[in-house]
């Protein structure tokens, strides 16, 4: 491909999300940024342009998506709250949580988006330019990450062009992401247990039994291999090889560092720059310093053991 962009990137600002707004109603595909990572919007409520977003990634379709509305009443026509879930909402939406509740049989969307599931994953996020783009349409949008399937996940949009070019629409870009790892899922279950399905930001609940897949894929997130540099990836390294891009934290430095001064919010925010750094880089093998497991380090944690699977 030329240095040329085949897929339009647009500014979120009035104009960006309304030519959006327009390409989703006809049933396009457009990378949309959240506070965790860009998503790969479609309507939800349309087969053919959900079909759209399994075909540009190459995602399974086992795999369901996470459904973006504006907040909790417009959730509640696609989701059955109890107030377990209800309370969840309240307290953090809008913002990096997913709520896997039951699907209401009359929510309207199209099969995929649940990939047969009686359960649906729904979130109200708090970017600006997403929320603006939720109010000028009338449906609500499925979005998973925008990147081919497995492949690292993009916090800006040039990492959307780097898997997607030519595949979809538009991107509308709104900077660099602010979270830098995607959204907390819990599921709340019918006897109104919280169960989390994928570490995030947010701690929130029971932690779930971990791994990749178990008795099926609930959420999206819980393949044993996901967010691949495609290159090996060796985890709590010390030392790096001549043949290996170091990522480093705190005092280990590292070829990129997801945080000199050892914080692991910034680590979080910066973790698939430096991964898609590692992927460009020369050196065909990847070290990662060792991130400590607290709070948002537990999804670090997480994604970099998936992308070393």
Known sequence: MSGKNVTDVVAAGPQGIAKAAQILESGGLVAVPTETVYGLAARADSAAAVAKIYAAKGRPDFNPLIVHVAGLAQAERYGVFSPEARALAEAHWPG????????????????????????????????????????AVDFPLAAPSANRSGFISPTSAAHVLASLDGRIDMVLDGGVTTSGVESTIVAVRADGSIEELRPGPLQIGTRGKGGGIEARVEAPGQLASHYAPGKPVRLNALDAEADE???????????CTLSASGDATEAAANLYACLHKAALAPQP??????????????AINDRLRRAAA
């Open 96 to 135: 990096p949580l997913t709520l896997v509740v039951p699907r209401r049989d009359d929510a309207g969307l199209a099969d995929a988006v649940t990939a047969g599931l009686p359960t649906i994953a729904l979130r109200a996020p708090a970017h600006p330019a997403m929320r603006a783009l939720l109010a």
């Open 245 to 255: 891009f170091w990522i480093g934290f705190g005092a280990v430095a590292g070829d």
């Open 285 to 298: 093998r990847i070290a990662v310093a060792p991130v400590p497991e607290d709070g948002i380090g537990r």
